[in-house]
């Protein structure tokens, strides 16, 4: 087996390794999270978007799963909702120039994700033979 083969599936084996251990602690996390919920007895927005941030991340290990790439949406999706979740947590105590910053990298991303997501109907990726094959 040449060499460049070899090193292919180690790789590929390590990501599938770091893959698993991701979806172990992402869904330790929610279990956590919802362990808090019956414990507080309570669930706010930032608990369901907390949930939200799991459930994404898992979609993109699934995705990676499934075609061995991430498309760079799926983290754009996490910050997004990352960003509004620390909106609604902490706006209280911001300033309102935090505020506007926060809500103008929130849009930077979601335009981001728009013309993404354009680029990829306008100008799809030409299909590439597989790497294993």
């Not at 460049?4 to 172990?24: D, F, M, S």
């Not at 910050?79 to 120039?97: F, H, P, Q, T």
Request: proline share 5%; glycine share 4%; net charge neutral.
């Amino acid at each position: 087996m040449p060499k460049h083969k070899t090193t292919t599936k180690v790789i590929h084996g390590l990501e599938n390794v770091v893959l698993v251990l991701i979806v172990i602690a992402t869904i330790y996390a929610i279990g956590e999270e919802i362990y808090l919920v019956i414990v507080n007895r309570t669930v706010s927005v930032g608990d369901l978007l907390l949930l939200f941030i799991y459930l994404e991340v898992l979609a993109m290990v699934h995705s990676f799963f499934e075609s061995g790439k991430v498309p760079v949406r799926m983290p754009l999706y996490i910050g997004i909702v990352a960003l509004a979740r620390y909106l609604i947590l902490d706006m209280k105590n911001m300033d309102d120039w935090r505020i506007m910053t926060i809500a103008a990298a929130t849009l930077i991303m979601a335009i981001t994700v728009f013309v993404i997501r354009i680029g990829h109907v306008k100008y799809p990726y030409p299909k590439t033979p597989n790497i294993e094959d």
